[in-house]
């Protein structure tokens, strides 16, 4: 999954390229000059070696302990196994947080993990020790808005990674059935339109941002094909519903986070028993 070398780095061994990446790029990778400009970074995370973001529900309130959204392959834990999530487990993971002049102003302290699969989609959820209000209060930092709704196919994006201080522009060019990578499979995936959204290592977990300034998270960046290569790690291909097999070189994808909205409850907690919870458990 551009877990990756180009779209996850993350610290288990089960990728090649899956390792903590140095914060500089790569001496094939060129950036350009002023790759900040024009990006609102406000309420971007910046982990280890990784990406993510402070979002909000639709119906959080202030007093609300704030949330930290990033990619399920990027739990400090390991990658979850196909099939597997986590759930309600203890972390004391920094989460380094982002103002609106791309300034690293503090780290937020996790108190655990609400949610993580890389099975459906690829998510992870952190619980941190400070709300809302608190953060706005020390940081003077906003969260994103996690939309409720399924995103629509031409939507304009940015994917904004904290780990590169980059952002990435394109739009919503079609849903995947199913995206597969190393025994991962993850449905109605988003696919980046090309060029614009070529995403790196490094950028996992960053959010998937609507480019109309109302700062809102409609999806969150996972993979992108490398090599070229069928289905193997860093190599994701799309199969449709009738089972066709489809790849192609620098196809970069997105997963559904909307989903998060049919488990929660009226106190915005994650419960998976709830009738029609759409998340995988």
Same mark, same amino acid.
């Given at each position: ?5 180009? %779209?996850?780095?993350?610290?288990? /061994? ?7 990446? /140095? ?10 000059? !002023? ?5 609102? +970074? ?20 202030? &007093?609300?302990?704030?949330?930290? @959204? ?8 390991? +990658?979850?196994? /196909? ?19 791309? $300034? ?20 992870? @959820? ?28 031409? !939507? ?19 849903? =995947?059935?199913?995206? *597969? ?21 490094? !950028? ?9 300034? !109302? ?16 289905? &193997? ?14 790849? *192609? ?16 409850? %009226?106190?915005? $907690?994650?419960?998976?028993?709830? =009738?029609?919870? $759409?998340? +995988?458990?």
């Amino acid at each position: 999954m551009k877990w990756i070398l180009f %779209a996850l780095a993350c610290t288990t /061994p089960l990728a090649a390229n899956a390792l903590p990446l /140095p914060r500089m790029a790569p001496a094939s990778i060129a950036l350009p000059e !002023t790759f900040t400009n024009n990006y609102n +970074f406000e309420g971007i995370i910046r982990l280890s070696n990784r990406s993510g973001s402070l979002i909000r529900f639709e119906t959080s309130k202030d &007093s609300d302990m704030a949330v930290v @959204l990033t990619n399920g392959h990027c739990l400090e834990t390991g +990658f979850p196994e /196909p099939g597997q999530f986590v759930q309600n487990q203890s972390s004391r993971r920094s989460l380094y947080l982002y103002d609106a002049n791309n $300034q690293e102003v503090g780290a937020l302290n996790a108190t655990k993990v609400i949610y993580s699969t890389m099975t459906k989609s690829d998510v992870t @959820l952190y619980q941190v020790r400070q709300t809302y209000a608190e953060i706005l209060s020390k940081y003077n930092v906003r969260p994103f808005t996690l939309s409720s709704k399924h995103p629509a196919t031409g !939507t304009a994006i940015n994917v904004i990674s904290g780990y590169w201080d980059r952002g990435y522009s394109c739009s919503i060019e079609a849903f =995947a059935h199913e995206v *597969h990578e190393e025994g991962y499979v993850w449905q109605d995936s988003v696919r980046y339109s090309r060029p614009g959204c070529e995403v790196i290592g490094g !950028t996992s977990g960053s959010p998937v941002v609507t480019a109309d300034g !109302t700062r809102t998270v409609v999806a969150i960046n996972n993979t992108i094909n490398e090599d070229g290569d069928q289905c &193997s790690m860093n190599n994701p291909c799309e199969v449709d519903e009738k089972g066709g097999i489809s790849y *192609h070189q620098g196809y970069g994808y997105a997963e559904q986070t909307y989903w998060i909205y049919s488990c929660l409850t %009226a106190d915005n $907690q994650i419960d998976l028993s709830i =009738a029609g919870c $759409q998340l +995988f458990h």
